[in-house]
């Protein structure tokens, strides 16, 4: 078989009628089924399955409805399963190839519905002399979109395909489809594909001024925080409130961080919005991840006590429900829609005036260089003067200033070389790591205490509340292993090699001549 | 894989009838990916399928190995079921095979691989005795011989078995059943018991006599494409039950 294109895109205002005439004057062509569906397109937020070249229907017609992946380039399928229903998490799948495919490209993210598109599909064989099928044709004559043909070749029917490929290209003037009816789609509504991540990825320039930098840095978290407020609001997928969470964290740690580049006066008001806006979005954020380590919670109790945990599901499905009620009340206020207006008019207003400031003046890469520099040799210290009986405190500053160094790091990545950059974000990450876990295990010892106690209250069984105790024991006993990893982990953050690599990086220019 | 042979030293009991419907039978129900070859010049299974009985440089061509068999595989009009046609060649196939080292053992080496691509293959032979047949009887995992039960069959049963046992071909799963019965002879109905007295491993689902499946070589296809439901349809489904089970047996 010719390894050419099987999937052609029809001329403009070609009708599934004309086609069907056209073709019935060359072949004996048998309409083997005529069927109205709706197809849905369905991707992530963020486009995952698009990144991934793949794309995800939902076929619906009356007798049936099934979800589809297509190799978004060959535009094959790769897989098809009956389905009465899209689910909307991958959780919700039956086990097969559509799961898991989709478990490695979409993780805990929601597929949302992108457009839909009635169509027509038209089943066709093409028969010979003695009335025997010797190629299929699928045509899917869309609505209001140029309609689209699959050449089926039949094994051992070379000759029939390859006629059929002839007419469709030289004589019809047929193209080899480039793109899919999703993108026509997409294209016809003026949109592209969601160009989305939750990555920092702002690029700077050296030499720009460094309030100028800081203004774009703000600008860019703040587009992050509106593309994921609905999401957040219509709790779509746990991942829009925890993007929505990080460029909150990420403004504030600027606005703490980068003081005296812009007017610190002006800038108090954001400063206390952010933190309220911290405030109300954690706790339903804390409850999706209990909620979302639910079953890692359940697979550390043995088999026969893995039911008795039920009721702490409901405990915390009905938690997260009230919490997500509150937060949407607070994101819908006065307060916030007026603060966030603001914030954006202000920082789009001094885009476009000089400011002075005391650090204004300097250039972003000095600024990033000395302000990097400070951060590191904070981390270094606090974390050299941590022995093996230093107070639980001293590790969790710790855990403040590295996760202050790792802002400042990511804000200004684009300024140094990518290679050296990542490498020590990596380092930084780990250690991060380890006194991340020391104090989410510690954090999570205490929340389960406390719903523990409210389950007692709710009259839970005997049984549920050994299952809760059960889990705590566990959550102490992994805080300490993470307690004991630290030592040598730091010691690997700060080996020699790491500090003139900072160094050589970050020292501001005065201190490496001295 | 099972490789299962339709297979009688007499002609016209029904072999080709249970090859073809057998085969759309399982890739319909079971979903199986299946391979029916055509081994009988007279093309009768290419026929019910309305593909033409010609092969690409005939019966020496693979016999040779010059040509591999799944170049000449056919798609059905049927999902998941296709054909290696007959060919008029195939009428010395013996010979051909006859010229070959180790004709016998030829047939299976050729089939190995199609054994990654389908779960099903179905031979239809042509009747006889002959050195083709010991080459399916080698190549086959199941041998599914549909008898009529006249009074010749006991004999004809008889001397496949000791043929198989002389040969000691013991890989050779033997399935006998009754074809193109008349329930209302009576001697039908004698000699079946007679037999499954003898033999109680005949299987139990008898093919009856019925113009539907004669109507099979008007329609040009399964049983099953025209039919939904049905005496014959039906026999021949719960025939395939018994191989099914018989095959994971
Ligand atoms: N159950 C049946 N009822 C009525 N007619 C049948 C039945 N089975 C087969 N026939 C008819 O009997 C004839 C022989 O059947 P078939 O071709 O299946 O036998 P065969 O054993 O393959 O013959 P051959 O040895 O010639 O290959 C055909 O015309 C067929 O239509
Ligand atoms: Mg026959």
């Known amino acids: ?514 | 894989m099972t490789i299962i042979a339709s297979y009688n030293i007499k002609g016209g009991v029904g072999k080709t009838a249970t090859a073809v419907n057998l085969a759309h039978i399982a890739s319909q129900k079971n979903h199986f990916k299946v391979l029916v070859w055509d081994l009988d010049p007279q093309g009768a299974t290419s026929y019910y399928f309305r593909i033409k009985p010609k092969v690409k440089g005939g019966s020496k061509a693979f016999i040779s190995g010059t040509r591999a068999l799944d170049g000449l595989i056919k798609a059905t009009d049927y999902e998941n079921l296709d054909l290696l046609p007959a060919d008029f060649s195939f009428r010395n196939l013996d010979l051909a095979l006859d010229g070959h080292k180790k004709p016998t053992q030829r047939l299976k080496k050729l089939l190995a691989p199609l054994k990654k691509e389908y779960d099903l293959i179905i031979l239809d032979c042509p009747p006889n005795i002959s050195l083709l047949s010991e080459a399916i009887f080698e190549a086959s995992d199941m041998l599914l011989s549909p008898m009529i039960p006249t009074t010749l069959s006991l004999r004809t049963l008889e001397q496949l078995k000791k043929y198989l046992k002389d040969n000691k071909l013991n890989h050779l799963t033997l399935l006998p059943f009754f074809s193109m019965v008349d329930r209302r002879k009576k001697m039908h109905n004698e000699i079946m018991r007679d037999i499954t007295d003898i033999y109680p491993d005949t299987l139990k689902s008898v093919i009856p006599y019925a113009s539907d499946v004669e109507r099979m070589g008007w329609e040009r296809q399964p049983l099953g494409a025209y039919m939904g439901r049905g005496r014959s349809i039906d026999a021949y489904r719960n025939l395939w039950n018994e191989v099914w089970l018989a095959m994971n047996a």
């Not at chain 1, 020391?438 to 106690?453: A, G, H, N, V």
Request: net charge positive; glycine share 2%.
């Open chain 1, 1 to 514: 078989m010719s390894a050419g294109s099987l999937y052609f895109k029809c001329p403009d205002n070609l009708t599934a009628k004309k086609f069907l005439k056209k073709l019935a004057k060359i072949v004996t062509l048998e309409i083997v089924a005529q069927e109205y569906m709706c197809k849905t397109f369905y991707d992530s937020f963020d486009s995952l399955l698009y990144t991934h070249n793949m794309i995800c229907e939902f076929n619906h017609s009356q007798k049936q409805s099934n979800m589809c992946l297509i190799d978004r380039k060959l535009g094959h399928m790769i897989a098809t399963e009956m389905v009465e229903d899209m689910p909307r998490f991958v959780g919700q799948c039956a086990e097969g190839r559509i799961k898991k495919l989709l478990v490695s490209s979409l993780a805990m993210r929601a597929i949302i519905p992108l457009c839909h598109l009635p169509l027509t599909v038209y089943r066709l064989n093409i028969l010979n002399k003695d009335q025997k099928i010797v190629l299929r044709l699928q045509l899917d004559a869309y609505d209001d979109l140029n309609h689209y043909v699959r050449v089926l070749p039949l094994k051992g029917y070379d000759k029939a395909a390859e006629k059929m490929l002839s007419v469709l290209q030289a004589q019809w003037h047929f193209k080899p489809a480039k793109s899919t009816a999703l993108d026509d789609a997409l294209k016809s509504m003026n949109q592209a594909p969601q160009s989305y991540s939750s990555k920092f990825q702002l690029k700077l320039t050296p030499d720009t001024p460094a309030n100028e930098a800081c203004l774009h840095i703000y600008l860019y978290l703040l587009k992050v925080i509106n593309k994921n407020e609905s999401g957040v609001i219509e709790d779509i997928d746990t991942e829009f409130l925890h993007d929505f969470r990080v460029a909150v964290r990420r403004t504030r740690a600027g606005l703490n961080q980068l003081k005296n580049v812009l007017p610190d006066n002006e800038l108090a008001q954001y400063a206390e919005f952010f933190a309220w806006l911290g405030q109300i979005t954690s706790t339903t954020r804390d409850l999706d991840v209990y909620l979302l380590s639910y079953q890692d919670y359940k697979l550390i109790l043995p088999a026969e006590m893995q039911a008795d945990l039920e009721p702490f599901y409901t405990l915390l499905k009905q938690k997260q429900i009230i919490a997500q009620d509150s937060l949407v009340e607070h994101l819908t206020s006065d307060y916030y829609q007026d603060s966030l207006a603001n914030w954006q008019k202000y920082l789009n207003s001094s885009v476009r005036k000089a400011i002075k400031t005391d650090m204004g003046g300097l250039t972003v890469k000095e600024l990033a260089d000395k302000r990097i520099w400070k951060m590191l040799k904070r981390v270094l210290s606090e974390g050299a003067a941590i022995n093996h009986d230093s107070p639980a405190e001293a590790l969790h500053d710790l855990r403040k200033t590295a996760k202050k160094l790792r802002y400042l790091m990511e804000f200004f990545a684009s300024l140094y070389t990518p290679s050296d950059i990542k490498l020590l974000i990596k380092s930084l990450k780990q250690l991060q790591k380890v006194l991340g876990d020391f104090q989410d295990y510690e954090i999570q010892e205490i929340s389960l205490k406390q719903f523990k106690k409210e389950l007692k209250d709710n009259q839970a069984t005997e049984n549920t509340l050994l299952a809760m105790e059960k889990l705590v024991t566990h959550l102490e006993h992994q805080r300490g292993l993470a307690r004991e990893k630290f030592a040598d982990r730091f010691n690997l953050f700060q080996k020699i090699e790491h500090q003139a690599q900072f160094q050589l990086l970050f020292a501001p220019a005065q201190k490496v001549k001295s």
